[in-house]
């Protein structure tokens, strides 16, 4: 009969060590996987404060943010062209290597005034 008892409190310890097992790891879980969300951070306050108290300022912002992001992006793109192809444009061309030709539209027309007489 102790034998009996023996194995029926030795099964007993092994589902309830298995059970608190199996409630341990569903606890760490569930307390895992569910998030707590943080309080606002100064800079989240901050940043609320400047740009997103009202729709107006948010869109406002954005459109400044947009034009400078524009102008940056078109000189920078400028500069690279400007780069690239120095030499090979009309404004990076040095004219000076090129024949420099005379006006002669001047003696022209003081020999038509002449005729004119």
Not at 19 to 47: E, G
Request: proline share 1%; aromatic share 12%.
């Amino acid at each position: 009969m102790n034998s009996i008892i023996a194995s029926r409190s030795a099964m007993l310890w092994r589902a309830s060590a298995q059970r608190a097992l199996v409630n341990t790891s569903r606890r760490t879980v569930t307390s895992s996987a569910v998030t707590k969300i943080a309080a606002p951070t100064n800079f989240v306050k901050t940043w609320y404060e400047v740009f997103g108290k009202s729709t107006a300022t948010y869109a406002s912002w954005l459109v400044i943010l947009f034009l400078v992001g524009e102008a940056t992006t078109c000189s920078t793109r400028d500069a690279l062209w400007e780069m690239m192809n120095s030499g090979h444009t009309f404004k990076s061309t040095d004219w000076s290597k090129f024949d420099q030709f005379d006006d002669d539209d001047d003696d022209d027309d003081d020999d038509d005034d002449d005729d004119d007489e």
